[in-house]
């Protein structure tokens, strides 16, 4: 504002002329040249700066206000990012239709699909084994939970034959024998359930974890084949009508489409068929080493070869969890 006004002084002042040409002394010259000094020195208000058309005493509708032009830019910047939200929206909804079409044309048995016969066969075969491998997860872990319930009760029964033992002397030594040998079930139990449960973890890992993420990437590469199909078609039927200009501009966007889905078509095949290998190999590793540990384990146990039954968890490397590790803190109660 002072810039502005020292620029209005300035202009609108008169300055009067002397007959030999010089300029009179004027009483507002020391002022004038205060304010310009000030200027200098300060520099002008830069939040205050107007853009000036038509001359320092132009009109006042020759003045924009710099406010106007950070507006205007963040308005540029706003119908720019909405019109790129659209035009996003536009292509999703024709990638939609175009899918949606060639789905149906399938179902119904009007279009084509592209097969990959061992390949679909290998998928149809990982679906199946992960039912069956499910089923058995679920069954383990049901006799892991029986397993574990008889446990505490002979654990529980245990301790209750120890207590008449010490109650009841004309029983005492029959008590006292079945007390330890329930101590004795109880803690090979303890080791067979030990076995169990890293058996059921590593199945779990398996069928939860790895297959999963195979059947994910799969799922990708379905997606990836019914999009390259529904572009195919498109081109294909466009191929086979009249070929004027517009026509000819159609089929080259389309073939471009068509090439890029097509690439991302084979590069989901590649994945699938080198996760399916991979798979395949992990499984028969993971089975071998926990079908072995499951088998020895349940015959160690029934065979009352507590011995045979540690070596077993040593030579897979179970580790028991302590007693009482299952029970909550004391701070996971509160």
């Known amino acids: 504002m002072m810039a502005e006004s020292i620029m209005s002084k300035a202009a609108t002042m008169e300055i009067p002329i002397n007959s030999n ?64 939200k659209l035009d996003s929206v536009k292509k999703w909804g024709i990638n939609t239709y175009k899918c949606t079409k060639q789905m149906f044309s399938e179902k119904f048995g009007k279009g084509s699909r592209t097969v990959d016969l061992e390949l679909e066969a290998q998928i149809e075969v990982l679906k199946e084994t992960k039912i069956k491998y499910e089923s058995v997860l679920r069954l383990a872990t049901a006799l892991t939970n029986h397993f574990h319930n008889m446990v505490q009760t002979q654990q529980a029964l245990g301790d209750t034959f120890a207590d008449l033992s010490q109650k009841s002397p004309e029983l005492q030594d029959e008590f006292g024998y079945n007390a330890e040998t329930q101590k004795l079930l109880c803690k090979n139990g303890e080791s067979l359930l030990g076995a169990i449960n890293f058996f059921v973890s590593s199945i779990n890992t398996l069928v939860n974890k790895t297959m999963e993420d195979t059947l994910l990437t ?38 471009q489409e068509y090439q890029v889905h097509r690439d991302k078509f084979e590069r989901l095949r590649s994945d699938v068929t080198i996760k399916l290998k991979f798979l395949e190999e992990n499984k028969v590793k993971v089975m071998h080493k926990q079908l072995l540990l499951f088998h020895n384990a349940i015959s160690a146990y029934f065979a009352g070869n507590q011995q045979q039954l540690e070596q077993t968890l040593i030579q897979f490397n179970v580790k028991l969890k302590p007693p009482g590790s299952d029970k909550p803190s004391w701070l996971e109660e509160q």
Not at 59 to 71: F, N, Q
């Open 21 to 84: 040409g010089d300029t009179g002394t004027l009483a507002e010259d020391d002022s004038l040249e205060q304010d310009l000094q000030q200027v200098m020195v300060s520099g002008p208000n830069l939040n205050e700066t107007s853009i000036v058309s038509g001359g320092y005493g132009g009109p006042a509708g020759g003045i924009i206000p710099t406010s106007s032009i950070k507006g205007t830019t963040r308005d540029e910047v706003s119908r720019g990012v909405a019109v790129e």
């Open 218 to 255: 799969i799922k990708l590469y379905e997606n990836a084949r019914l999009e390259f199909d529904a572009y195919r078609t498109d081109v294909e039927e466009l191929s086979q009508g009249p070929r004027d200009a517009v026509t000819v501009v159609r089929i080259e966007m389309a073939t």
